[in-house]
């Protein structure tokens, strides 16, 4: 099997015709070439050399004659199949039967058109497998794409789920006291709020049994210091 093989959208449907008479298989290039350059169309005339082909080359879209010397149709298909699970294969031969059309439609074969037969029905089908490849194209695209914003936004929770992670450690609110002020001399505004930072980093694990306590009989000490600084001013 080939690799996958990365395809714009916009790239040219590359189309292998394979027929054992020269004259059809001039005739069914003509048919499905396009003036635009949307179609690349490529011919060989037996089967062996179709499967040297598709061994080396990728193709959208393969249009094969049945009934071949050395390599048939068949063959050429299941190789295909093979080679590129994706191909899209046509079978055209004038020795149609229910049990060849059967097989190949087994095998994967995408449609199977019997001689003779119109040119105007060839194109219809031809046209309708090449709107086919461009669909399946633009899904792919559009699966690509969902693919990316996907993972980027997987990225962004990630980075989102980090920032939480690290602003629940910021275990300060805007109204609660700093390390800096637990060792500021001053007394501070609010005992109740800078001992709950104290009670908050004991549980974080940021503080130890002990050093809780020295930090707690440094409060109480300022505390006290102020009351006997209030009553001296009072007397």
């Known amino acids: 099997m080939q690799e996958t093989k990365l395809i714009d959208i916009n790239d040219p449907i590359k189309i292998l015709i394979v027929d054992d008479d020269k004259i059809i298989a001039d005739i069914l290039k003509d048919l499905t070439s396009t003036p635009e350059a949307e179609r690349s169309v490529s011919v060989c005339y037996d089967g062996n050399e179709a499967v040297d082909r598709l061994r080396n080359s990728y193709f959208d879209l393969i249009i094969t004659d049945l009934i071949m010397p050395n390599t048939d149709g068949l063959e050429v298909l299941k190789f295909a199949k093979k080679m590129n ?50 669909l399946n194209r633009e899904n792919k695209e559009l699966l690509r794409k969902l ?89």
């Open 147 to 235: 693919q990316e914003a996907c993972h980027e936004l997987m990225a962004l929770n990630k980075l989102r789920d980090k920032a939480e992670k690290s602003a629940g450690l910021n275990i300060f609110s805007s109204n609660m006291a700093g390390l800096h002020d637990l060792y500021n001399n001053t007394a501070p505004v609010n005992y109740i709020d800078h001992l709950q930072t104290l009670s908050t980093l004991k549980e974080k694990g940021m503080l130890t049994e002990s050093e809780f306590k020295s930090f707690k009989k440094h409060y109480l000490n300022i505390l006290e210091n102020k009351k006997v600084s209030e009553k001296t001013g009072d007397e």
């Open 85 to 134: 699970p994706a191909v899209l294969v046509i079978i055209v031969t004038g020795y149609a039967s229910l049990e060849t059309a059967v097989i190949a439609i087994k095998e994967g074969a995408y449609d199977y058109i019997m001689k003779p037969c119109k040119l105007d029905e060839i194109r219809i089908v031809i046209n309708r497998a090449t709107d086919t490849i461009k």
